[in-house]
């Protein structure tokens, strides 16, 4: 079922409802029949797979907690090849399997090997990555075996963040399932707000922006390079609203029901430098990446060549952990080299910054950083984005030496870009920088009515027949 | 108490704002949609509001770029207006037809059929287009509303809102009275560029018929005949190799019902010769040309000395 969708806007106030309806005994019992009949709303079988893992890291989490010495070990181990061979299988089996044919055809070695006809389970990194972090955290003795299936069930089965997060740990909110959770019309309030800015995020900017860059992106050839950088700017923004519009509203209907979900986008496109950006963007990826990859392989605490390593490394395991593409791996290897150039191009950066702009607080100096930080991440957003690459490679050349200048111009995506993204830009500009100035906002009647303005919008302007969420496919 | 209440009229002030202006919307957009000065808005309410002429040629991006009125016009001494528009199939023609039929009857319509006018389709070919009527809802028929609601009952409801129902032109209405739109002439556009590839085979795999599609094609042309209207289906070319047998369903319910069926789909003048196409799918001008020559002249033939008497 898709947040954007009629029986979506009917699904959630009926679970809303049960849920407060139920003694609290049974409200377990509401969610997790509620996220069953969400997750069997795309392809129902595959409960199957997800039943199946759940049942496995359960009863992990007891064995390690139970046991002592190597068997600890052991069965973390089984979790988490449990876990990463079923995201293998679904996710990068076809995309091995053509690899190797490549090769073998490359080496003169004609054969036909078999592909599966699969389709991947939706959310299949997200909830398998969520689990993940619940047996590593019990290995690591910060967290507690969850002793009640249907509880452990729930923690990865959650609807609001089961298909896309956010990521969360079992700290934050295992607990949250086995509190009592009273209606109140705060989180109402505070919940509907992230929902209705989620919505808007998605079906008028991201919906909208979405069909001139597939209309450009799809048809590489056909385009100039003028229409090929406009199409990579609305990417940029596309991407960034698509996924932190899923993730606002995930984090609203928790709220509505009580739960606190972590923040996953803190505006990243305020970022002064990619280290800053990697911080505001998609939080419970990039910390979960930390926590669980970068660090244990010894993250700057090791020799600079092998820190070097490890942060080219984690980040090329997140270009594939989004997809099953040379694209996204070269994508994930270029922000690895950013950190890393940042890294070594800190001292002779900074002398020269203080050398042409001496005061620290220095405006100009933090624009031209924000402008090259959101530059650099546009780039690789064309590995992203592209369908394959040589056509990421074709974007990227035309876009620099194309003399054409003919644009394919669509009105109707340009007045949307230019009312969706002037909103986005003055509320996010007011929450950088200016959250307690403009004070007319905490206005009852003000605020009142820019939900209504947003309602309107949304209703309007909206596209509702787009589909999924880009960060779906994951 | 007194918080829950706070709350509650909170919440009553949001929707009575959305509601109020949901309705005044209704009001603004209709004029505004309706006084469009140029663009697809105007083209649209000219279709569905404006059009008075003898013969109607009804179509996808393939009638708009394939038939010239005055060619038409010239060879069988009707008026001619070209209804065609991009991206739209059959459930949208039908819609059209019925709206038309509202307010009087053509004395010919020219419905250029495309493939996917009766294959399953995504997208535009299926019921997406019908979105593009939305404007219209509650304001031609019962039976244009039911066609309206044919993607379910969800879309009734949401076809409630006046805003919902001018969804699809907002933007539309803003760049037809800002941005100006496309040149026509009585609803012929033209399409200027050459095609240089070598045939190539139309993608017909896997193609699966529409029983929805085919209904609705059976009930355009009973709306026709009960509305003494001469229908002629006809198959502009595709520069592309295309299956023999691709349009037989829609060969034999032209003959079952008895309506003229003129296809230009094997028609060698076209397939042979890729300077008189922009694109596989349409023609340039060159090719319009040509090709409005040739429907002309077939049109005339089915048009009885009596029935040019009677105009």
Known sequence: ?474 | MTNTIKYIVKIAIVLIIVVFVDFLSGVIFEKVYQKSPSGICYQENYIMNKTNQDLLIFGSSRAAYHYIPKIMKDSTGLSVYNCGREGSGIYYHYGVLLATLKRYKPKVILLDIDYRDFYQHEGIFGLDILEEHNPFYHKISKEFDSLLVLKGFKEEIKLQSNLYRYNSKAFKMITSHFAGGRGNVDGFRSKNGTWKNSISRLKTDKLILDKNKIETIRKFICKTKENNIILILTISPYFANTPKNLYKTLQDLASEKKIAYVSHLQDSTFKNNPKLFNDVLHLNLKGATIFSNKVASEVKNYLKDDFRNRK
């Open chain 1, 1 to 474: 079922m898709l947040f954007n969708s009629f029986d979506f806007l009917l699904f959630f106030p009926i679970v809303c409802l049960l849920f407060f309806a139920s003694p609290h005994r049974f409200r377990w019992v509401i969610l997790l029949l509620s996220s069953c009949y969400f997750y069997m709303y795309f392809i129902p079988i595959y409960i199957l797979i997800l039943a199946g893992t759940i049942v496995i890291d359960y009863f992990a989490g007891l064995l390690i907690e139970n046991s002592k010495d190597k068997r600890r070990k052991i069965y973390l181990i089984i979790s988490l090849i449990t876990n990463i061979s079923v995201l293998c299988v679904f996710k990068y089996y076809n995309f091995f399997i053509e690899n190797i044919e490549t090769l073998l055809n490359l080496l003169g070695q004609k054969n036909s090997l078999s592909y599966l006809s699969i389709l991947l389970p939706v959310g299949l990194s997200f909830h398998t990555f969520q689990a993940m972090s619940y047996t590593i955290e019990v290995y690591r003795g910060n967290q507690k075996a969850e002793k009640h299936f249907g509880i452990y069930a729930l923690y990865v089965m959650f609807f609001p963040q089961l298909v896309a997060g956010p990521i969360e740990r079992p700290q934050n909110v295992l607990h949250q399932f086995h509190e009592r959770k009273v209606f109140n019309f705060d989180n109402l309030f505070a919940g509907s707000k992230l929902m209705l800015w989620g919505f808007f995020m998605k079906v008028v900017i991201a919906d909208r922006l979405s069909i001139y860059v597939n209309a450009v992106y799809n048809n590489v050839d056909h385009h100039t390079g003028i229409s090929l950088l406009l199409a990579t700017f609305f990417f940029t923004f596309q991407i960034y609203c698509d996924f932190a519009g899923y993730s606002y509203i995930a984090i609203g209907c928790a709220k509505i029901m009580g739960f606190d979900l972590m923040t996953n986008f803190r505006r990243p496109y305020f970022a002064k430098s990619i280290s800053e950006f990697w911080k505001r963007w998609h939080i419970s990826l990039s910390t979960w990446f930390r926590d669980y990859l970068y660090l244990p392989l010894g993250g700057n605490k090791v020799s600079k060549n092998r820190w070097f390593f490890n942060l080219f490394f984690v980040f090329l395991i997140s270009g594939i952990w989004h997809g099953a593409n040379w694209t996204f791996f070269i994508w994930g290897a270029l922000n690895g080299f950013y950190l890393v150039f940042a890294i070594v191009t800190q001292q002779q950066r900074d002398s020269f910054n203080s050398f042409i702009f001496p005061s620290r607080n220095n405006y100009l100096l933090n624009f031209i950083k924000i402008i090259t930080t959101f530059l650099l991440s546009a780039f690789a957003w064309i590995f992203f984005r592209a369908n394959n690459v040589s056509d990421a490679f074709l974007i990227v050349k035309k876009i620099f030496s194309d003399r054409h200048f003919n644009l394919f111009l669509n009105w109707e995506v340009f007045f949307a870009a230019i009312l969706g993204l002037t909103l986005l830009f003055l509320k996010e500009l007011r929450e950088e920088y200016f959250l307690n100035k403009f004070s007319f906002f905490k206005n009852t009647s003000i605020r009142l009515t820019i939900y209504a303005f947003l309602i309107i919008l949304i209703i309007l302007f909206g596209v509702f027949d787009s589909g999924q969420f880009i960060y779906f496919q994951f």
